[in-house]
């Protein structure tokens, strides 16, 4: 199985490179980030208490997320393959994906890690804010995303690095750009 998982910090471009992955490679996406959206939407009880963590910037608890994420992951199956899509955001996370996929006999083939300098992020964040209305989309909630991701999701990076799995992709130019370095990479890893 081709499991992905896609990094980066807020408005890397996980969705929009997430969204060509599957198109080309046909995988199942699974994305955090817009699961719990749905849920607040809905209104939900995990919605609820999701929306009081998210319009403040922060990342929703751990056994929340993972619990949640694990009835997703027993609800679907696709033999080719998952992208994990802003899932795991902490250690705890990652180390509660790797039990998952362990006792479904597969695991993590490749994290793509997308960079993209501060200012850029901030910059692309605003403009979808503008267009979308997300409410974790304004400028002091983006700075609390990024100080969250600094202090809690980019330790992920030295975690996949030393398993030899994490492929640093730049994140900067068109999308269809930078699409194609993670195709180079997927290819080569399913050659
Ligand atoms: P997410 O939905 O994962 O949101 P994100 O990190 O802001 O977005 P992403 O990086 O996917 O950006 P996109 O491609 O859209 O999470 C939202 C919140 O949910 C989190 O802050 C957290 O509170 C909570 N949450 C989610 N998962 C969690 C977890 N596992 N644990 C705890 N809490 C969790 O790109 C952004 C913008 O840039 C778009 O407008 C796009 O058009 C533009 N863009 C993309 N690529 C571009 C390019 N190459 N050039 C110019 N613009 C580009």
Redesign the pocket.
Known sequence: MLNIVIF???????????ELIIEKYGLHHI????I??DEIEKRTTLGLI?DE??SQ????P?QL?IDMFADILDRTSNGKGYIF??????IS?AEALDQMLRERNTSVVAVFSLSVEEQELIH??L??GE?SGRS?DNLETIQN?LDVYRAQTEPLKEYYKKKGKLFKIK?????ED?FEGIMDTIDRLIK
């Open positions: 980066g910090a807020p408005g890397s471009g996980k969705g929009t490179q997430s994305s955090t980030g817009e719990l959206r999701a963590y998210i910037g922060q990342l929703v751990d997320i899509d802003g899932f795991p955001r902490t996370q692309r964040l403009k979808r267009e974790d995303r994140g900067i130019g068109s999308v930078i």
